[in-house]
């Protein structure tokens, strides 16, 4: 049997081809997405401009509730106290120790960051030309210089505000720095960013050694090695978005290779019912059938399965340089793909494709000689029991995970409506010959045979041979569930988050500053204005509430808004928003409730930057329903952030228009309409939806390249078919408009199909978040999907009919396949 089942190979090369390319994807994929794991296990990071310390410590970059349940990545830089710096000078085994400050500075409105000039020997920094810098004073990296030369005065935006200071020296990194610096004189960094972001520790023997020795308070950490990255680069905080990214996208590629090999098997297996037959009524026994169709896909499997490992870097790599196009990943962050990503990979493919090929293996053998054969000329399309239970199941999973979506808040819906599109495309894949069956209802055929003899060809046909044409329904319909369940959640979930945000505040115009934040001074002008009723600094971050501890959010941060005018539209039930200046703050009067606080009470917050502070509760504020935020001053707000100045200025005018504003004084300044609020907060949902975007791109590509050589193994083994027709009369035309009308009905049932799959996710996603089943997103998307289907299944079947039919009829009629 072995011996024939290799010999079979010759005459089955499209279908072989189908399962070949598919097993190829699956496993280069898997590989990619078990690189993504590892990378989020390791976080290895080479850092740059700090390189140069063997030891570097910092904050921890991630939050770790009191309960001890999960972490989450601090939003703001967690910055360590100056007088750590000497105190791990003076300890035992340590040469040196030199603090490192981050400002926020510009020059010519590049990227680049200030530091103190004593943090150029982490990298290290070395002179070119002039000296060291004094008060007043810069030494610039050599990108920065220009034409200017030491001597010169140049302009450096720090914290939004132009400076006009001397330019002292130029300096070149010993080493590849991304981000050029500027180096500001120690006493005048340490005046513009009073916290520290990391110590260099020099150590006077080995590193590790040294690790073990410091005394370090808590929540600070010493790192060696790559994990120094951790301090210099923001987004390495921790490895749980990695990790569930690399879960989800490999799960999805095992799901939809499953469905997509087991489809593949089982139209091959079914149009070789007539051989199989033969081969029973020879005296082949259901053991040596079933090993037959085992050993010959195993081949065939197994031999996509190396070449996809060979792939799976090339995969990783591509997959990784988008996460950091996107802005998913630091640059800075190493992909690791080890030999464990490439085992995993083989195992799980290698598990995937034996189970799947033995279910197919097992129904043929299960096949009688004298059956087999009647089944041959008129295919027999029934389920079994067990087949109808399982896609029963899945199918009332769907109806289940979308009712009970329906009644979560907004943050769980997206994670528990999700699944449904899934569950819901398995329940179509595992009942797809019936659902075809079903679909034929008298007003779709008649419309179909009104296309003459082609059109009643092409009615019969879908109902004998439903089983075959499953095979190509079951890829469209997953590609469309999971491109546009994918695609409008999170177009939804934006469309809600933006309109709950902006909604909330009073405003008609928006300044914001690309160099670090709004600074005083830009707030007093624009209060100044003509026409302006109102202004609000606004600062946004995350933090939790500890004291009394809040249980609602425990790894996800509560969303914090600083604000410092009349800005807020929400209904106040106690209190006043008046009174929000200090260390106060206004709570949710649900949150409220739950922690058993009211107005007048105090209550500890964790901050951004690692900070809890003591603030008293002055207002409760209500916000949209699971969209609620704790307010809080933006003076006290802004101060435990990165950058320590408001994000953005609100103003209210008395003619809803935008004043004239000259904002030359403040480079990088931009004034707008209140789009811009939303703008900028659309940019802090991004990366769940990019993500999405890409998950749904990779999984439409894999089952795009499926239905492709799904559709050519059942036009080309219907070489007889075509042969036979042509004898009796029939034109090569007729034959062409046939598969035609075959394949514009099965893509209009995939994207029915997919669309309602979709439905039972995007649906209740819409009524959590929104109010009502209605999703957001362009409709243009829809409707390049169905062009993307229709340009997918019509040039495919025209072009395989084509080749099926170029042989004779009488040399089609004994081919040895078809």
Not at 136 to 145: K, M
Not at 196 to 209: E, H, N, Q, S
Request: hydrophobic share 50%; proline share 6%; net charge positive.
């Amino acid at each position: 049997m072995i011996r024939l089942a290799l010999t079979t190979l010759r005459y089955r090369t499209a279908a072989f081809l189908a399962i070949f390319v598919a097993v190829l994807l699956g496993s280069a994929l898997l590989s990619a997405a078990g690189g993504l794991l590892e990378t989020g296990l390791r976080l290895n990071a080479p850092p740059q401009r700090l390189a140069a310390a063997p030891i570097v410590v910092t904050g921890d970059p991630a939050y770790h509730p009191p309960n001890g349940s999960g972490s989450a990545p601090f939003p703001e830089r967690h910055r360590v106290d100056p007088t750590l710096a000497p105190k791990l000078a003076s300890t035992p085994g340590v040469a040196k120790a030199i603090a490192d400050r981050s400002v926020p500075a510009v020059v010519n409105s590049g990227a680049s960051s200030g530091h103190g000039w004593a943090s150029a020997a982490l990298t290290p920094y070395t002179l070119t030309a002039g000296r060291a810098p004094l008060s007043g004073q810069v030494v610039l990296d050599q990108r920065l210089v220009g034409s200017s030369k030491p001597g010169d005065q140049v302009t450096v935006t720090v914290s939004g505000q132009p400076q006009t200071l001397t330019l002292a020296g130029i300096a070149t990194a010993e080493r590849q720095v991304d981000v050029p610096s500027i180096f500001f004189a120690d006493a005048d960094a340490a005046r513009m960013a009073p916290g520290v972001d990391a110590i260099g520790v020099f150590p006077t023997g080995p590193a590790k050694d040294l690790i073990k020795r410091l005394d370090l308070p808590e929540g600070i950490r010493a790192y060696a090695g790559d994990d120094r990255g951790v301090a210099e680069y923001s987004g390495i905080a921790t490895s749980l978005p990695l990790i569930i990214m690399s879960g989800v996208f490999g799960g999805m590629v095992a799901v939809v290779m499953a469905l997509v090999v087991s489809a593949t098997i089982g139209l091959s297996v079914r149009q070789r019912r007539r051989e199989l037959a033969l081969l029973r009524a020879s005296g082949a026994t259901p053991g040596q059938v079933a090993k037959m169709v085992i050993a010959e896909t195993m081949v065939v499997g197994v031999i996509g399965l190396l070449i996809g490992l060979l792939c799976g870097r090339t995969a990783g790599n591509w997959i990784f340089g988008m996460l950091i196009d996107g802005d998913i990943v630091p640059a800075q962050l190493r992909f690791d793909q080890g030999p464990l990503p490439f085992a995993g990979a083989a195992i799980l493919t290698f598990l995937v494709l034996r189970i799947t090929v033995g279910f197919a293996a097992g129904r043929a053998a299960r096949i009688r000689p004298i059956q087999a054969l009647a089944e041959a000329a008129v295919p027999e399309v029934a389920l079994g029991k067990i087949r109808l239970i399982i896609g029963a199941v899945f199918a009332g999973a769907t109806v289940a995970i979308a009712l009970s979506t329906l009644f979560m808040n907004p943050t769980n819906a997206a994670a528990i409506g999700g699944p449904a599109g899934l569950t819901g495309s398995i329940a179509v894949a595992i009942l797809a010959p019936l659902v075809i069956q079903r679909a034929l209802v008298p007003r779709l055929t008649a419309l179909i045979e009104k296309r003459g003899t082609s059109g009643v060809l092409a009615v019969i046909n879908l109902r004998v041979r439903a089983v075959q044409f499953a095979a190509i329904l079951i890829p469209i319909t997953i590609a469309t569930t999971i491109a546009l369940g994918n695609i409008y959640a999170q177009t939804t979930q934006q469309k809600a988050a933006v309109d709950a945000y902006t909604d909330n505040l009073n405003a008609n115009v928006v300044v914001t500053s690309s160099t670090g934040g709004i600074p005083a001074s830009l707030t007093e002008a624009a209060r100044n204005l003509p026409g302006v009723t109102a202004t609000s600094e606004l600062v946004r971050s995350k933090g939790w509430i500890e004291e009394p501890y809040d249980t609602s959010h425990t790894s996800d941060a509560w969303p914090l808004l600083g604000l410092s005018g009349p800005v807020y539209k929400g209904k106040v039930t106690k209190g006043s928003l008046d009174d929000l200046t200090g260390d106060t703050v206004a709570l949710p009067p649900g949150t409220a409730k739950k922690l058993k606080v009211g107005v007048g009470s105090e209550i500890g917050v964790r901050l951004g930057d690692n900070a809890l502070v003591k603030v008293k509760i002055v207002a409760l504020a209500e916000g949209p329903s699971g969209y609620e935020s704790i307010l809080l001053p933006s003076a006290l707000l802004a101060a435990h952030t990165t950058t320590g100045l408001p994000s953005q200025l609100l103003l209210r005018t008395d003619n809803h228009k935008v004043p004239a504003f000259d904002l030359s004084k403040w480079p990088g300044a931009t004034i707008g309409d209140r789009d811009l609020l939303g703008a900028g907060y659309d940019a802090g949902l991004g990366v769940d939806a990019w993500i999405g975007y890409l998950l749904a791109g990779i999984a439409v590509a894999y089952t795009a390249i499926a239905s492709i050589n799904t559709i050519a193994v059942a036009v080309l083994d219907r070489r007889r078919e075509f042969g036979l027709q042509r004898l009796t009369g029939s034109t090569r035309r007729q034959v062409r408009r046939m598969l035609t009308l075959e394949g514009l009905v099965i893509a209009a049932l995939g994207l029915v199909l997919g669309l309602i799959a979709a439905a039972f996710s995007v649906l209740p996603i819409a009524v959590a978040t929104r109010g009502w089943p209605i999703p957001s997103g362009p409709s243009w998307i829809l409707l390049a999907w169905v062009v993307v289907v229709l340009a997918l299944v019509l040039p495919t079947t025209a072009i395989t009919g084509r080749i099926a039919m170029r042989p004779k009829p009488m040399d089609a009629l004994s081919s040895p396949v078809g």
